[in-house]
Structures are given as structure tokens and as C-alpha cells.
């Protein structure tokens, strides 16, 4: 009879915390691509408003026009700014959370190499012991069958 591996509900534990570093993990990626998705769009943006800028003046425009574009493109880069650092966080969190990840799949790594060993050992004693089982039984049944040299 198979002993159980003692580690089983350490073995259950370690793999449900990978399998919730997994999703966090994806939860993070997802959140920074949202980041600099975001940002890429306010600097497209930009360019956009920066070359609407460039056209009116080419066609000639007002002191108070110029100073509207100006304002509006001020806020907008003070927006990529602030979307740059959000993004910077987003980085660092991601980084945080494969660094955890990192860790949780190497203690399960761990814990399950030990289960693994833990079950080879036991198919080898199985073995032995089947083998042994066997090996008794072929030396009864020709023990028995042999003829007595009385």
C-alpha cells in the first residue's frame, strides 16, 4: 500500500498561490498595455493638434487662436507627462508581480520535485515488494511440485 505524500496539502497550497500569481500576473500586463496604450493614443493626439496648430498658422490666425492652441497643447503634454509616470508605475508593478510569480513557481517547483521523488520511491518499493511477492510464489509452486529425494 502506497504511503501519501506528507506534503500533499503544502503541495495544494503552493499551487493554488502560482495559480494566483498567474492571474494577478496577467492582470498587471493587461493593465500596463492599458497604460501605454492610453499614452500612445494622447501623444498621437498631440501630433494631430500640433499639425492642426502648424496648418492654422500657415493659413494665418488670431493672437487669442494661437494662445488656445498653445494652452491646449500645454495640457496636453502635462496629460503625457502624468500618463508617463503612469505608465513607469505600471512597469515597476509588473515587474513586482513576475518577480512574485518568479517565487511562487519555484517553491512549487520544490515542494512538487519532492512529490515526484516521493512517488518514485514508492513505486520502488511496490516493485520490490511485488517482486518479492512473486518471487515467494514461484518458490512454493516449484518447492511443492519438485519430487521428494527420500
Known amino acids: 500500500m502506497t504511503q501519501p505524500f506528507s506534503l500533499q496539502p503544502l503541495l495544494e497550497i503552493m499551487q493554488t498561490r502560482s495559480d494566483e500569481a498567474t492571474r494577478q500576473?496577467?492582470?498587471?500586463?493587461?493593465?500596463?498595455?492599458?497604460?501605454?496604450?492610453?499614452?500612445?493614443?494622447?501623444?498621437?493626439?498631440?501630433?494631430?493638434?500640433?499639425?492642426?496648430?502648424?496648418?492654422?498658422?500657415?493659413?494665418?490666425?488670431?493672437?487669442?487662436?494661437?494662445?488656445?492652441?498653445?494652452?491646449?497643447?500645454?495640457?496636453?503634454?502635462?496629460?503625457?507627462t502624468q500618463q508617463k509616470i503612469a505608465v513607469g508605475n505600471s512597469e515597476r508593478s509588473t515587474r513586482a508581480g513576475q518577480d512574485h510569480w518568479q517565487t511562487q513557481n519555484t517553491r512549487l517547483k520544490a515542494i512538487d520535485t519532492l512529490s515526484q521523488r516521493h512517488d518514485e520511491r514508492e513505486r520502488y518499493r511496490e516493485n520490490r515488494q511485488e517482486q518479492k511477492i512473486q518471487d515467494e510464489f514461484s518458490t512454493r509452486k516449484y518447492g511443492v511440485d519438485k519430487p521428494s529425494d527420500d
Do not use: C, H, P
Not at 48 to 77: K, P, S, W
Open 25 to 80: 500576473l496577467g492582470k498587471l500586463i493587461a493593465a500596463e498595455q492599458n497604460q501605454r496604450s492610453r499614452l500612445q493614443m494622447l501623444e498621437q493626439y498631440r501630433e494631430e493638434y500640433a499639425q492642426r496648430l502648424r496648418e492654422a498658422t500657415a493659413d494665418g490666425v488670431t493672437r487669442l487662436i494661437l494662445r488656445n492652441y498653445q494652452d491646449f497643447l500645454a495640457r496636453i503634454d502635462e496629460a503625457i
